[in-house]
């Protein structure tokens, strides 16, 4: 079986061609609004998708995208305009975790600066830090903040070597909301 961080590696090589440093801004504002500022809403977000016509993502590019082991459904789309502009992608998903149901929410981008991006995403968010883990090439940080009156938790992969044109992958997880 491939592992994630292989399927990762690839697909952002791939990709780094057209890749050109991004601005963290308008980086963490899709994060912020596709993921934070509601809180990850799977039923709503796959709506919206389908809505706008967003091009689909492969379901194990969506999968190596999440940070839950065994979602019980899960969507993605491509969010890039084209060729030219770095690489986006949104996904979303529903897993149980210790009984509980809950949301999920990444985005994935290609040319971002990972420093600035985590610096203006925590300007965003008043997250509290709950620990790192540092692999081979990447850091996964993860944090506890409120998200759309929800406790989520949020986790950034970022790379252990940062060059200013970075991929990065930022996740939100929180308890499922049941719309009446």
Not at 10 to 22: D, H, M, N, Y
Not at 121 to 147: F, H, N
Not at 150 to 174: C, F, M, N
Request: a negative charge.
């Amino acid at each position: 079986m491939t592992s994630k961080p292989f399927l990762l590696f690839a697909f952002f090589l791939l990709t780094a061609a057209t890749a050109s440093g991004q601005d963290a801004g308008p980086a963490v504002e899709v994060f912020r609004t596709r993921c934070l500022a509601e809180g990850p809403r799977f039923d709503k977000t796959v709506a919206l998708a389908k809505h706008e016509e967003w091009p689909e993502l492969a379901a194990d590019m969506a999968m190596a995208f999440t940070p839950v082991g065994e979602p019980s459904a899960i969507e993605g789309w491509i969010a890039s305009k084209g060729e030219a502009d770095a690489f986006q992608a949104l996904v979303v998903y529903k897993a149980e975790i210790a009984g509980k149901p809950v949301e999920g929410c990444t985005v994935a981008l290609s040319g971002t600066d990972a420093a600035a991006f985590e610096r203006a995403l925590l300007a965003v968010v008043q997250a509290k830090s709950m620990g790192e883990e540092t692999g081979e090439d990447t850091i996964y940080k993860r944090y506890s903040a409120q998200v759309a009156g929800r406790e989520g938790a949020i986790t950034v992969a970022l790379p252990r070597y940062p060059k200013g044109t970075d991929q990065v992958i930022a996740s939100v997880v929180a308890q499922q909301v049941i719309d009446n």
